[in-house]
């Protein structure tokens, strides 16, 4: 089935331990991102891949960091988690077909920082 | 600057009854590209339909249509005789594209609730 996974679906940590959340797809994409969805602002870009070793920062990169050394594998990392970083936060793959690039989404990882 | 406006924070119908979803956007690229979403309730996120910025067709798909007007920088969303399964939030969201990358922005998003 084709599909994206994130890893945990729930996590609640402290302010300054550093976590990362795991997102990959089995769709042989190019691309792949991470958003946050918070209430009232939809969904924010983090960061951005468009191929292996190839990232850019969205509209939120600060206290984020991400790495794709694997086309498959697009990792979130909040080396110092802080209260304003808990969000809902979704990864997406995309290819480009016909000139489209609609996105595919995972179920989301809600992440609580105290 | 890029930027999406969703300005109907929640709109309640009736069941049966017809509803428009506005999306206006800005963008000073030439080439970009429109989506709509959906998250009902459960939570993920459904890819509904894009639209290319040199396509301007409008689109039917069953109850769903889609009015794709540049000129007015609006990409709007119609749900026909509308279903308690309709209830959802809805997003709208443009791509940039060449020196853009894969930046895309999306709006506050829509909810809409239909009752029965």
């Known amino acids: 089935e084709a599909q994206v996974t994130q890893n945990p679906r729930y996590l609640i940590t402290v302010t300054g331990k550093k976590l990362t959340v795991t997102c990959s797809q089995n769709m042989n994409h190019e691309y792949m991102s991470w958003y946050r969805q918070d209430p009232g602002l939809g969904l924010r870009q983090i960061y951005y891949?468009?191929?292996?070793?190839?990232?850019d920062k969205g509209d939120v990169p600060e206290g984020y960091k991400v790495s794709r050394k694997e086309k498959r594998n697009f990792p979130l990392i909040l080396e110092s988690p802080s209260p304003n970083q808990t969000s809902l936060y979704f990864c997406?793959?995309?290819?480009?077909?016909?000139?489209?690039?609609?996105?595919?989404f995972g179920p989301g990882t809600r992440l609580t920082v105290t | 600057a890029q930027k999406v406006t969703q300005a109907q924070t929640e709109i309640s119908v009736v069941e049966k009854e017809d509803v428009t979803l506005d999306c206006v956007y800005e963008?000073?690229?030439?080439?970009?590209?429109l989506f709509w979403y959906k998250q009902p309730p459960s939570g993920e996120l459904v890819f509904l339909i894009r639209r290319n910025s040199f396509d301007e067709q409008n689109e039917i798909s069953g109850r769903y249509s889609w009015n794709f007007q540049k000129s007015t920088s609006s990409f709007n969303f119609t749900i026909t005789a509308s279903q308690v399964v309709d209830s959802a939030v809805y997003f709208c969201a443009l791509k940039r594209s060449g020196t853009g990358g894969f930046k895309t922005i999306f709006g506050a998003g829509t909810r809409l609730f239909v009752k029965a």
């Open positions: 997406a793959s995309s290819f480009e077909l016909a000139g489209g690039y609609e996105q595919y």
């Open positions: 963008t000073r690229d030439t080439t970009y590209y």
């Open positions: 891949s468009m191929n292996v070793e190839v990232t």
